[in-house]
């Protein structure tokens, strides 16, 4: 399998902006709190092969529990994550599966209850950073661990 379009070096420009919109919000505290879970649920809920083997990589590499990666698909389920990590789990769903009608309240509730606005709003921007990283992974059939060594990715250790 390979790569459709570099969509990266085809337009240069747009994605050096994107990428740092991206490492902007990586920087806040919350997100470096929840961010690996939350990617790695986005890309999971789009199906995206290039993401998840990515952020599986990164949180390994930022001392993430491996078990807790493997519960991220059953978070509701597992008693493996704090109440503000189940709160952004939840948004990251909502946001990337958005329901006909929007967000409902239910959830915007649950979720508001653990999370400040500042924390909202930057889970909100990391949640569409993700999903459009996702869609043009999946639109290119961006190759799995293709990028390893150019994101340091190797040092995971995994294969």
Known sequence: MSQRLDYYN?????????????QLLHKKP???????????????LNGCAFCVDMH???AKIHGERELRLHHVAVWRESPLFTPRERAALEWTEAL????PH????????????QLSDGDLADLSFLIVAINGWNRLSVAFQA????????????????S
């Open 30 to 44: 919350f997100l470096a709190e929840v961010g690996h879970l939350v990617t790695l649920r986005a890309s999971q």
């Open 102 to 113: 929007g967000v409902p309240d239910a959830v915007f509730d649950r979720v508001r209850a």
């Open 143 to 158: 190759v799995p661990g293709s990028a390893d060594k150019l994101y340091g990715l190797d040092k995971a250790g995994l």
């Open 56 to 58: 599986v990589k990164e």
């Open 96 to 99: 990337t599966h958005l329901p």
């Open 10 to 22: 085809a337009s240069p420009e747009a994605a050096k902006k994107y990428l740092e919109f991206n």
